[in-house]
């Protein structure tokens, strides 16, 4: 479904060896996020976690479709779209552990993930409270004339707060170069969409506001890919931002930890039968068993290997928390 | 040197920053054709078009949140909040938003923002269009809060603020937009965190901001005729605060009241207090005296609203109490 944005006729064909590589992607920050979920059952991390899994062909897809000096701005539900955009997972795992290796250096967490470098504007732990900036990202590259696009990943729940309507209302008002990705999971926390949404289809959102919309299947990398690259080219054309809903599903809790008591016992079970993302691409390009085992096998040993870069890295000394606050 | 009013001086050191760097414009509400609604970007439009000089929608949270954004790019946006009343709106951005991204990102970026706003009673405007707020922001750590009180020092601090690299509110007051004073021709940059003394004296310190500058000088002036010597300190910046110079004052005259328009309780004024009996308990004769407004919200009738704010009355019985006192 599309609300005017070009056809998906004009989609570009991705190779196997292109596909298997977005296969790789989802693969370490699946295998990532269990890691992380462990390690904080295990005692090893503080603070507040949330896991994108069941979510990652949306980080994947619109992240592979970005040009290297586009910019993105995340949630809290951070960690997928940090690697997704470049971010090596040694230094997100760092971060995790409060490390100065951490790509936020220990002053983040992984609310908090920052990767400016790479174009990563930082994640956000206020639902919502990174979409003006994306705006104003994408005015800044408008004034200079810049052919870069601004990208805010956010959830249905954030389409409820006033930010986002004023966010969307400036952003096609002065048709700045942003693509506004809506990560439709489903719960708003442990809100279902039932509970905080009077409407179904979420790309109203974005009609009433005259904004392009397109709407995708965010189990399906590949048709986050060619839909992200629509988005990407009519924003970048000058033709003003897209709204991108992509329908997910959260394979998991809120946070790490979560009970889910206000989710049916065995949804995310059947969920993870019939919704997993990376099954669905590891059966479309028909990966054979060694082929498969071989991939695990490499992004096991790359995983493991963030724990032990991140054990081994530095503490901050106490007094540095008063670094950093004053540029 | 020129005459300039203190509306016409900020408008003077936008236009400035203006012509000389295109990386500096304007975004507020009502600010383009009508030319703000206190009249200080009056025909800022004419000069630099609506690109540069940007009418927006009544959005407090996405323009301070775009001014954000677009400064992390590297731009150096002044935004315009019309009233302080409605920084509460956009407080989300303020505080959690431009005031801890450079911080969360350990130290990856700078934010060179500019918020400027305005409030100050003496109208009846009634409750939501005239309170002082700048001590909400004087207690995030992340920002500056600057508050002039004179032609001359809206001029050089302006540029300043738009010249640093961290997040800067920009407190303007209604009433003293007519009040006319000396402005250099050329640039001088007024560095942020340095204090003015507008009067040297003897006998008391009172630390004033706003337009109790101009209330504490007045009745330094009624005094002197009684042989009494008033010393008037501005901090002008009072995030970052000169403490050296109020404090040297302090332990010249023996005795200080501080006095702004916002309320007393929880005020700027319980923190200067607080730093002076810190550093030079030993140098006071007597209790530091505090003068702000009368713990309500503004009221309507204007007999009501003269009695809530301090004026010359109330800034000369706390001095007198400070003088009377004896060791």
Known sequence: MTHGVAKVAQRQELTRERLAFFLREMLVIRRFEEKVEERFRAGDLAGFLHVAIGQEAVAVGVCQALEADDVIASTHRAHAHTIAKGTHPNAVMAEMYGKLEGCSHGYGGSMHLYDVERGNMGSNAVVGGGLPGIVGAALAFKMRQQPRVAVAFFGDGATNIGLFHESLNLAQLWKVPAVFVCENNGYAESTPARQQLPIEDLSQRAVAYGMRSLVVDGQDVEAVHQAAHLALDHARSGQGPVFLLANTFRLTGHYVGDPQVYRPKDEVKQLRQTQDPIDKLREKIGFAQDEWEELEREVHELVEGTVEFSKNGTDPKPEDALKNVYA | ?327
């Not at chain 2, 507020?28 to 200080?40: L, N, T």
């Not at chain 2, 965190?193 to 337009?211: I, L, M, N, S």
């Not at chain 2, 005094?223 to 010597?229: F, I, N, Q, R």
């Not at chain 2, 730093?275 to 702000?292: C, K, S, T």
Request: contains cysteine; charged residues 20%.
């Open chain 2, 1 to 327: 040197m020129r005459e300039l009013t203190y509306r016409e001086a900020v408008r003077d050191a936008l236009s400035l920053a203006m012509r000389r760097d295109p990386d500096v414009f304007l975004m507020g509400e009502d600010i383009a054709e009508m030319g703000g609604s206190m009249g200080v970007t009056h025909g800022m439009l004419d000069e630099f078009g609506p690109e540069r000089v940007r009418n927006t929608p009544i959005s407090e949270m996405a323009i301070v949140g775009a001014g954000v954004g677009a400064a992390i790019q590297g731009m150096r946006p002044v935004v315009e909040i019309m009233y302080q009343d409605f920084s509460t709106l956009a407080a989300e951005q303020l505080v959690l938003q431009a005031a801890k991204h450079r911080y969360m990102s350990g130290g990856q970026m700078t934010i060179p923002l500019t918020v400027r706003t305005q409030g100050g009673a003496g109208w009846s405007p009634g409750a939501q269009h005239a309170q002082q707020l700048e001590a909400w922001f004087c207690h995030i750590p992340g920002l500056k809060v600057v508050f002039p009180s004179t032609p001359g020092d809206a001029h050089g601090l302006l540029w300043s603020s738009i010249y640093e690299d961290n997040p800067v509110v920009f407190f303007e007051h209604r009433t003293l937009y007519p009040m006319k004073g000396p402005v250099p021709d050329e640039v001088e940059a007024l560095p942020l965190g340095k204090a003015r003394v507008h009067r040297e004296g003897t006998d008391c310190t009172v630390v004033a901001t706003g337009r109790l500058v101009h209330v504490a000088l007045a009745v330094a002036d009624e005094l002197a005729a009684e042989g009494v010597s008033l010393e008037v300190v501005d901090p002008r910046t009072l995030l970052p605060l000169d403490e050296e110079t109020i404090v040297a004052s302090v332990a010249k005259t023996h005795r200080c009241v501080v006095a702004h328009e916002a309320v007393t309780r929880h005020g700027f004024g319980a923190e200067v207090a607080a730093i002076v009996q810190e550093q030079a308990f030993d140098e006071l004769d007597a209790p530091i005296g505090r003068v702000g407004a009368r713990f309500c919200p503004l009221p309507f009738a204007p007999v009501m609203e003269q009695f809530v704010v301090p004026h010359e009355a109330e800034v000369m019985a706390a001095v007198r109490k400070t003088l009377e006192r004896s060791v």
